[in-house]
């Protein structure tokens, strides 16, 4: 467990939760999630959200790495990239892990007494 602790640690998955800890963030994932690729006109048509508030929140997304753009044309496209999830997702298992592992401990000692 030590390697995977360690190989967590090396990719950092505090600035996706981070990312994730908003809702406007969390709809536009929710939106991109199907896999196609949409402009900030796309994203931001049938929203209360202006252009330029939809371009703050991708870029938030961007520098966590759970989307990708990609110039096409004029305008950008954005696409959901599920790795970084795929690493917060695995952090949160190896907490959970050591949680049980501890809680366990916990249970032995109780038991004994």
């Known amino acids: 467990m030590i390697a995977s602790a360690a190989k967590l640690e090396a990719r950092d998955p505090a600035p996706v939760f981070a990312a994730l800890g908003d809702r406007?963030?969390?709809a536009l994932l929710t939106r991109?999630?199907?896999g196609r690729a949409r402009?900030?006109?796309a994203l931001s048509a049938d929203s209360r959200l202006t252009r330029q508030a939809v371009?703050?929140?991708l870029r938030v997304l961007e520098a966590a790495g759970l989307v990708e753009s990609r110039?096409?044309?004029r305008e950008s496209r954005f696409?959901?990239?599920a790795e970084p999830v795929d690493t917060a997702r695995a952090y949160l298992d190896l907490v959970c892990g050591q949680w049980?592992?501890?809680l366990a401990?916990?249970?032995a000692l109780v038991e004994e007494a």
């Open 39 to 41: 402009s900030i006109a």
């Open 100 to 102: 049980d592992e501890a």
């Open 79 to 81: 696409a959901y990239r």
């Open 105 to 107: 401990r916990l249970r």
């Open 24 to 26: 406007t963030r969390l």
């Open 32 to 34: 991109l999630s199907d």
């Open 55 to 57: 371009t703050k929140h």
């Open 71 to 73: 110039r096409v044309g």
